[in-house]
């Protein structure tokens, strides 16, 4: 038996995984009862769940619904910013407090993902697991809560910038360089690996987005 507390949890991250993994896209129109039917949870904890998204501005009002909010030019340029400037201090600081044990998870997974080269949905999720084992290994929780605010964001863009043409390999190539600067103790280094990697996945982005309004034309 749930209580009250595990249950609103539940539909909080229920919701949140559904616009993570695109289920429901910016745009789409969240209805509590259709919520509840999909997720076998009763309304109660869906509104509050709802109410604490709007909060977050994940959602957002379009008369009397709530849609999936999205990010404008501005809003996804910024994200970036501060995206670049955290998990480069994530890097450098891994690089200075990462164990042993935290770079061998590291390691494992560069290798684990050669394998999913090809696949842009399973590689855009490794992506995500990467990225949040080298925010742990900056063993700094303030830093670890600020970039779950920043990937949280990250789920209101449309398509993963992974699903570009060729974008995987460079991606790997790229990881593998933050993860020897890691290793190797030297924070300059991992700072600037990530953050020239960051900076290519928001070119990546914009040129996305540049396609998806030719395509609309
Ligand atoms: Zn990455």
Redesign the pocket.
């Known amino acids: 038996m749930h209580d009250q507390r595990t249950s609103h949890k539940d539909a909080y991250s229920l919701i949140l995984e559904a616009i993570d993994s695109h289920l429901y896209k910016p745009g789409d129109r969240l209805v509590e009862s259709e919520l509840a039917d999909r997720f076998g949870v009763s309304r109660t904890p869906i509104r509050e769940a709802l109410q604490r998204l709007e909060t977050q501005s994940l959602l957002t009002r379009d008369g009397r619904s709530l849609i999936v909010a999205s990010l404008d030019h501005s809003q996804m340029s910024e994200l970036y910013v501060v995206r670049g400037e955290l998990e480069g201090l994530a890097a450098r600081l891994a690089a200075r407090h990462a164990t042993p044990e935290e770079v061998r998870v590291l390691r494992d997974m560069l290798e684990e993902d050669q394998k999913l080269v090809g696949d842009p949905q399973a590689l855009s999720r490794a992506?995500r697991r990467?990225?949040k084992q080298i925010h742990l290994a900056s063993h700094n929780r303030f830093l670890v809560q600020q970039l779950d605010l920043v990937h949280r964001s990250m789920a209101l863009l449309a398509t993963t910038s992974l699903a570009a043409d060729g974008r995987t390999t460079g991606?790997l190539e790229?990881?593998a360089r933050i993860v020897e600067a890691i290793e190797a103790g030297d924070g300059v280094a991992a700072y600037d690996a990530l953050r020239a990697?960051i900076s290519k996945?928001f070119v990546t982005r914009l040129k996305l987005d540049a396609q998806a309004v030719e395509a609309a034309e």
Request: hydrophobic share 25%; no cysteine.
């Open positions: 992506n990467f990225h991606t790229e990881h990697h996945a």
